[in-house]
């Protein structure tokens, strides 16, 4: 079984502070891991993924996580908050070597930019 | 990039009617695509899995009765909300795999389509 949790539903930060969401999972076979968001009434978007090449995965809009096994985290950052990040973001979990998979969800993290 | 649609984006239907809404891949062959709902400030929850030409794989709790859904080809599928309650009022959003994909990656999400049934 696999599944993720987000540390903190809700996260604010001052614009041009350093930005991290936590996420951890848990899963019995090697996990594809991503990390999604969400701008209100819209769909989601794929930020990042890690497919077990490089354990920093580097995304749009200046996002980066890092896969640490040993902690089974995957903990998503951007260096300097930008107020058009304001959004809701998902961490999600998938097995690495099925392809009749599915994607499940954290419960989310808002992310609210202070000016 | 690959993109998926869906139509319409919004809806207001009056309650005991039925509704049905589209998920298109626009560029690529999805042999696989994924319903899910959202309710408001929560997580998407997968509803069911559908196979193109094949049954839906409905996860547990979801009323496959309720929630019909056809994959009649590898590039759309439908979900239809049959008799539509105030409860069954959500935002819907669904997803598409790449036939060629071999893990659980390279899925794309639609825009999703919000359902109010009054």
């Known amino acids: 079984a696999q599944s993720v949790t987000q540390l903190g539903s809700h996260v604010s930060v001052s614009e041009g502070a350093l930005v991290l969401l936590r996420c951890n999972y848990s899963?019995?076979?090697?996990?594809?891991l991503f990390w999604y968001v969400q701008y209100p009434n819209q769909g989601l978007q794929l930020l990042l993924k890690y497919t077990s090449a490089a354990t920093l995965v580097k995304g749009i809009n200046g996002f980066e996580a890092e896969f640490k096994k040993s902690e089974t985290s995957f903990h998503l950052t951007k260096p300097s908050a930008h107020m058009s990040d304001a959004a809701e973001y998902f961490c999600?979990?998938?097995?690495?070597?099925?392809?009749?998979?599915?994607?499940?969800f954290g419960s989310g993290t808002r992310l609210s930019i202070r000016p | 990039g690959a993109v998926v649609s869906q139509h319409p984006s919004w809806v207001i239907c009056k309650s005991g009617t039925s509704v049905k809404i589209e998920c298109r891949s626009l560029d690529f062959q999805a042999t696989t695509m994924f319903w899910y709902r959202q309710f408001p400030k929560q997580s998407l929850m997968l509803m069911a899995t559908s196979n193109e030409g094949s049954k839906a794989t409905y996860e547990q709790g979801v009323e496959k009765d309720k929630f019909l859904i056809n994959h009649a080809s590898l590039t759309l599928s439908t979900l239809t909300v049959t008799s539509a309650h105030p409860e069954d009022s959500s935002f819907y959003i669904c997803?598409?795999?790449?036939?060629?994909?071999?893990?659980?990656?390279?899925?794309?999400f639609g825009p999703g389509t919000r359902l109010l049934v009054l």
């Open positions: 899963s019995s076979v090697p996990p594809y």
């Open positions: 999600a979990v998938s097995p690495l070597y099925s392809s009749a998979s599915k994607i499940i």
């Open positions: 997803s598409a795999r790449e036939s060629r994909a071999r893990g659980g990656g390279d899925q794309y």
